[in-house]
């Protein structure tokens, strides 16, 4: 039986050609066949441009339904698919080429002559624009729109993801075909998705949560995708009247909260709300649920595992846990020398299952160094299970901080930062001292109007936190430094303020 991902979205979506399957903000639609055919004629080209499989087709697109007809016709080819955030510019696009050597390049016409020259005219360069047109999709339009798929093993590599390389290079993250089919099947199954499901689809597609978890949920149930280009509050808001699930980061939930318009009937139609990507406030997740009657889920991942842990679709969602690990995902909590520890402790999450990635591309050794010797991947974020088993996050390995020997974790005083009186965010990061070894410091994203006395916060955090846990400092800011996915870039932080913090 082929294992190809691909086949088993054939599957799914063969069966009626007709249906729409994709619909575009701006009305376009787009049925299963059209999806279907567009695959099949870009397969056809990659594999006359000289494609074999296991190459890999580096992409660097806006987001198109043609984009995603090219991440099908990866698969569907047997090829290795490469995403890269919009956002590189030459350093990091001289590196990934350097590191993946992909056979193909596809990228926005604007950047081609950037790309033909890292790539010194050793691959094939194709452009593609937000509207799905360029040079790749002219190529194409003439070839077969029917292709036999690749037959794939589980374990063959379908899709390389570079890590956001915050210490260090980025690493690729080697994705097979059985980490997509398991993980997708097993979303589909625990948030209830079928063909009755509209999906209103508001993000990127060069990072997991846009290309695997939003589409894999759609593809594998039928459902049909509302394609947005980005996130405007307007037109989500306009879909949302026609969508049963949304997807999307924090700042999707936090941006439909502040427009006016944004309510119980707005969202009439809609039976979940999904987020991911970055930690949900505590306070947008309880004014989401004032204003709308529903509880946001909110679950785990990384692109070395997809999904690892969900709230519930039936039951309670607790805010500021990530829920329970997923079927068939096992996840522990260990300190040092990989022994787990009890409910409550905070330690290490390490995971283990179908969805785990193969390893870092061409690294063995790093991939040696992340996985304990049972067979765990180590993912270096940092977390605690409670009684009943819900996981919750308090941050990354990295970002611990370690005081006077004691172990600071940034999230537990960013809760506290974030629910005194006119805090709309916080980030909290170590900076050096002389004595401590570490002090902490924190930053402060003020609610517009409010003017803070950050002298009495301190004081008052004081009352409720032991000593060496309380910033020595706090600076205002207009907002925090983010990556494309909307988390605090914490590095970011520590080396633009360390000189205008005093640890004191």
Request: proline share 5%; with cysteine; charged share 20%.
């Amino acid at each position: 039986m082929n294992q190809n991902f691909f086949a088993a979205v054939a599957a799914a979506i063969g069966c009626d050609a007709e249906q729409v399957l994709l619909e575009t903000d701006d009305g376009k639609l787009y049925t299963r066949g059209d999806i279907l055919r567009e695959s099949a004629r870009l397969a056809g080209l990659l594999r006359d441009a000289g494609a074999v499989r296991g190459d890999r087709i580096a992409v660097q697109v806006d987001k198109s339904p043609a984009a995603l007809s090219l991440y099908l016709a990866c698969l569907r080819a047997g090829l290795v698919y490469l995403p890269l955030n919009i956002a590189y510019q030459r350093a990091e696009l001289a590196y990934f080429l350097q590191d993946a050597r992909p056979r193909v390049v596809v990228c926005r016409p604007e950047s081609s002559p950037l790309l033909g020259e890292l790539s010194a005219g050793r691959v094939e360069v194709f452009t593609l624009d937000h509207q799905g047109r360029g040079s790749l999709t002219d190529a194409a339009a003439s070839l077969p729109h029917e292709f036999k798929t690749a037959d794939c093993a589980t374990d063959d590599l379908a899709v390389i993801i570079y890590t956001s390389g915050t210490t260090g290079r980025s690493k690729g993250a080697m994705v097979t075909h059985r980490n997509l089919l398991s993980n997708a099947r097993a979303l589909v199954d625990y948030w209830g998705f079928s063909d009755r499901d509209v999906l209103l689809h508001a993000l990127p597609v060069f990072h997991i949560h846009g290309l695997f978890v939003a589409n894999h949920c759609a593809l594998l149930s039928g459902a049909k995708l509302l394609w947005h280009r980005k996130f405007d509050p307007v037109l989500v808001l306009r879909d949302l009247a026609r969508a049963t699930v949304m997807m999307g980061v924090p700042t999707f939930y936090t941006r439909l909260l502040a427009h006016p318009g944004f309510g119980r009937d707005a969202c009439e139609s809609v039976r979940l709300f999904i987020s991911g990507s970055a930690p949900l406030q505590l306070e947008t997740f309880k004014e989401f649920k004032e204003r709308s009657g529903h509880s946001i889920l909110e679950r785990y991942g990384m692109s070395e595992a997809g999904m690892i842990c969900s709230n519930p679709l039936h039951g309670e969602r607790r805010a500021g846990s990530v829920g329970l690990p997923l079927p068939g995902v096992s996840v522990r909590i260990a300190q040092d020398y990989d022994i787990p520890v009890a409910p409550g402790a905070v330690g290490g999450i390490q995971i283990k299952g179908e969805n785990v990635f193969a390893g870092y591309w061409e690294n063995p050794d790093k991939t040696r160094l992340e996985f304990t010797d049972d067979g765990y991947f180590r993912t270096g974020d940092l977390g605690a299970f409670d009684s009943d088993g819900y996981l919750s996050i308090v941050g990354r390995a990295k970002d611990l901080i370690i005081s006077g020997g004691y172990n600071v974790y940034p999230k537990e005083i960013e809760i506290a930062l974030d629910a005194l009186p006119g805090v709309m965010e916080s980030a909290v990061f170590g900076i050096p001292h002389a004595d401590f070894g570490e002090a902490v410091a924190a930053v402060l994203v003020p609610k517009q109007g409010v003017l803070l006395d950050t002298t009495a916060m301190i004081v008052e955090l004081r009352k409720n936190l032991a000593n060496y846990k309380v910033p020595k400092q706090i600076l205002l800011v207009e907002e925090l430094p983010r990556n494309a996915m909307g988390k605090v870039q914490k590095a970011l932080l520590r080396e633009r303020y360390a000189k205008q913090i005093t640890a004191g």
